[in-house]
């Protein structure tokens, strides 16, 4: 059975705008279309402050960007850490064939493991790139994402050459 837009709809349409609550809110509180709420909000004469709603859009525009940069960093920060396991020393842990354990410290991770650092660097600074690209209206842009650019492309072909050998046992 259709639902049909009651007078109790319209008295609480007018009581939450009364409130200066956004059509959005309305709409979803009532649990009735933006659409409808636009519709019947207009034929009973009420309208909406564009004002605050530009107002509210821009606020959540600048929060947006903010996490977004959060995130860049985050990224940046990922894509450093890598690359830092990368050349650091590497403790190796197996086991003989009598069941003991054993463990030695390498000057640098084996070359599957620094491929898959490089590839996580590569792959993060590939993200923050893009993230980049999001927020860059400036002149800085091209300059910024060739900069990026460099830095994933020179990340995938260290991890290209690190798999040597064993190359086609990973897959690459």
Do not use: C
């Amino acid at each position: 059975m259709a639902r049909h837009f009651s007078a109790e709809d319209e008295e609480a349409l007018r009581r939450l705008h009364g409130e200066n609550l956004s059509r959005n809110e309305i709409a979803r509180r009532l649990e009735w279309s933006v659409a409808t709420i636009t519709n019947h909000a207009n034929r009973l004469g009420l309208a909406f402050d564009r004002e605050a709603t530009r107002a509210a859009t821009d606020a959540r525009q600048v929060d947006l960007k903010d996490r977004r940069q959060r995130l860049q960093g985050q990224l940046l920060d990922l894509a450093e850490r890598s690359i830092e396991r990368a050349q650091e020393r590497y403790l190796v842990h197996g086991w003989t064939h009598t069941g003991e354990s054993v463990a030695e410290w390498l000057q640098q991770p084996p070359a599957k493991e620094t491929k898959d650092l490089t590839l996580a660097a590569s792959s993060a600074l590939t993200s923050a790139l893009k993230l980049a690209q999001v927020d860059a209206g400036d002149t800085g842009r091209e300059e910024a994402a060739g900069f990026l650019q460099s830095l994933s492309d020179a990340m995938a072909s260290a991890a290209r050459e690190l798999g040597g050998d064993d190359a086609d046992e990973y897959g690459s």
